[in-house]
């Protein structure tokens, strides 16, 4: 009787050991899906806007990289970081920044409030990168479909008042309100969103401790919109040249 351990046999499992060695090695790549890496971050206000573009880019293309999100970007941050954009959103939740960018761990510094409205703990933490870590990009996102700056418009409209500390985002809001007011739009409360950002973004361009970093180039300030139909984000002030 020929026994089942025979070199026949140790040879055949020997070469099904070694496929499947292969195979498990391949597996536990890098997936350019999940956790994929970056270059480090750009020290420019033209290269760091270009990045988070290229990453709405991919967003909109459903190409996404997920870019450094995983254990081994988290420990290599455990320590330090170096965002390179600063952005200031608004709080609805169809709009977070990491992901409409297509960014990972310390990418970014993430601001939010309602309509992205400013006071001083939101200004000062937008300033923070900038003026800490060299942060060379600042970007004021707004969004269609404003839940925020619709209840706004809706109340300084209707010469109401909001309850509560909701009251506070709806002053912070007037300036855009009466911009867009005594014009004709088709949808106003888009074009005080829209209005909102420009005037928040030219408000953190002209700041006292950051205009100095404007001036020189170490800094730019975009004013940007995001499309919740199509996911885009349309640039619509400051683009750095």
Not at 137 to 144: K, S, T, Y
Request: charged share 20%; net charge neutral; proline share 7%.
């Amino acid at each position: 009787m020929r026994h089942s351990g025979g070199p026949e046999r140790r040879a055949l499992l020997a070469g099904a050991l070694s496929v499947a060695a292969a195979c498990l090695a391949g597996c536990s790549s890098s997936d350019p899906a999940d956790g994929a890496r970056q270059e480090g971050p750009p020290r420019t206000p033209e290269a760091a806007y270009d990045r988070l573009m290229a990453g709405n880019g991919r967003w909109v293309s459903n190409e996404l990289r997920h870019p450094d999100r995983d254990p081994t970007r988290r420990q290599l941050l455990a320590t330090s970081q170096q965002p390179y954009g600063a952005v200031l959103s608004c709080i609805d939740s169809r709009v977070p920044p990491e992901l409409v960018f297509d960014t990972g761990l310390g990418d970014l510094f993430v601001m939010r409030s309602g309509g992205a409205a400013l006071g001083p703990v939101i200004t000062g933490s937008v300033e923070y990168g900038p003026m800490t870590s060299g942060t060379p990009l600042i970007v004021v996102l707004g969004h269609q479909r404003c839940g925020a700056v619709s209840a706004a418009y809706q109340a300084l409209r209707d010469g109401r008042s909001l309850p509560g500390n909701l009251q506070a985002i709806t002053q912070a809001l007037r300036p855009a309100y009466e911009q867009v007011a005594g014009e004709r739009h088709a949808d106003p409360a888009d074009a005080m969103a829209r209005a909102q950002v420009k005037l928040t973004a030219d408000a953190l361009r002209g700041n006292q401790d950051l205009a100095p970093l404007v001036a020189k180039g170490a800094l730019a300030v975009v004013g940007a919109y995001y499309s919740l139909d199509t996911g885009e984000v349309e640039t619509l002030n400051g683009a750095p040249a």
